[in-house]
């Protein structure tokens, strides 16, 4: 075993300790970009703040993102405690601060998974990391979900099609799930270990989000054997793109328009099609919710296809995120429920006769993916089918998904 010094393992634990209590009464920003602004401070040496080298930020990082990953557990304990229990519980390597901080928890150590470290301590529970159960989604394993948050999900790759030769043979860190999707530990640096082009050759995309986009297609006439209809496709949230550069490379589209209301993620979008080789498609800010902005920028276009990605709790990506554990609040689901239908009724006045509606989430929760399907089905759209991808256990996302058909 090697060795850390033990004022540099106390140091660790006092910045760790400090900007986790500033992020506890501030909050309003990603973990990853508080940490980012933080780091941003010490990147030199001689001004009012002292240098942080990289080992120094991978442990301050691991020290803050662990202590999130534990949720509502050992709350009857100190925040140093906690800190530490999931610290020890999360990271594959924790024996060098264990050993200096808390030598008499070394035996949980030797355990080689994260529930068993956990369990090695007499009051832990699993259900205190994720509270919510009561409120899942039908098909979501309670337990399995919130222990999916001990380690850092891992990071998914999808192949675009005509690549595949790009990748016959793989270097250890990265496996083959499929065809067209590989698998790599998080935080890797693909530019390091995949001798191709991200964008042009592969795009990083999770398992689910992958997954759900086959499944539609198998639902779509479009993925049945002789069709040669040419799609007319809304994206009506469409982010950074993933969704719609899936369908640029499997579905025969006569036109493409993707949309949100954020103007900085579709300059990400269009920089993504553009890697990629898209130029036929429409982009343009709208929010979905007011009809009469989007009736200007759509007229009286309409849509084979519409997806609707819809703003949600990301619950299904809270294991990339897990400060949300602490933040969220039940009650915050109403809102987004409410925000849910107002976007899909506004949408769904642009399908044609016989279009398809596929309402999708990255939630976990009920209320944001069944009751919203429900109150779909009351706005005269045929169910066609759904699916909910729990991507836990392969250690990716959660998607749940909802097809309907115009009469």
């Known amino acids: ?54 080992r120094d930020r991978r442990y301050i990082s691991a020290l803050l993102y662990d202590y999130f990953r534990l949720g509502k557990s050992f709350s009857g304990r100190s925040l140093e405690d906690r800190m530490l229990i999931s610290f020890l519980i999360c990271e594959q390597e924790p024996a060098l ?27 832990f529970r699993a259900e205190d990391i994720f509270p919510w159960a009561s409120e899942l989604s039908a098909g979501v394993d309670a337990q399995a979900y919130a222990v999916s948050y001990l380690r850092q999900p891992n990071v998914f790759i999808r192949i675009r099609s005509g690549h595949e030769d ?52 198998d639902e779509l006439p479009a993925g049945k054997a002789g069709s040669s209809h040419l799609w007319t496709v809304w994206d009506c949230c469409a982010g950074s793109g993933g969704k719609s550069l899936f369908l640029a490379d499997h579905l025969p589209m006569q036109q493409l328009v993707v949309t949100d209301i954020r103007a900085s993620i579709l300059t990400n979008l269009r920089q993504r099609f553009r890697l990629a080789g898209i130029r036929k498609y429409r982009s343009a800010v709208i929010d979905v919710t007011q009809a009469e902005a989007t009736d200007k920028i759509l007229g009286s276009k309409r849509f084979d296809l519409i997806i609707a990605d819809v703003p949600c709790s990301g619950s299904g990506t809270w294991a990339r995120t897990p400060e949300q554990l602490h933040f969220f609040t039940p009650e915050q689901l109403q809102d987004f ?71």
């Open 1 to 54: 075993m090697s060795h850390l010094p033990s004022t540099l393992v106390h140091s660790y634990l006092r910045k760790a300790i400090e900007w986790v209590q500033e992020y506890l009464s501030t909050g309003g920003v990603p973990l990853h970009l508080f940490l980012k602004n933080k780091f941003r401070r010490h990147v030199s040496s001689g001004g009012h703040f002292p240098q942080l080298g990289s």
């Open 97 to 123: 601060l264990i050993q200096e901080l808390r030598p008499e928890w070394l035996p949980a150590v030797a355990f080689a998974s994260p529930l068993e470290r956990a369990a090695w301590f007499a009051d």
């Open 166 to 217: 790009k990748f016959a043979v793989l270097p250890d860190p990265i496996a083959r799930m499929g065809r067209h999707t590989l698998v790599a530990p998080a935080a890797i640096d693909l530019r390091r270990w995949l001798h191709a082009r991200e964008g042009v050759d592969y795009v990083v995309q999770d398992w689910a989000s992958q997954q759900v986009m086959e499944w539609l297609l």
């Open 337 to 407: 429920h409410n925000r849910q239908i107002s976007i899909v009724k506004q949408a769904c006045r642009y399908l044609r006769p016989g279009g398809y509606l596929a309402y999708i989430t990255c939630s976990v929760f009920r209320q944001e993916n069944e009751d919203v399907a429900d109150e779909i089905r009351q706005m005269g759209l045929t169910y066609v089918n759904g699916i909910l991808i729990t991507g836990y256990p392969a250690g990716g996302d959660s998607m749940f998904m909802a097809l309907f058909r115009a009469s």
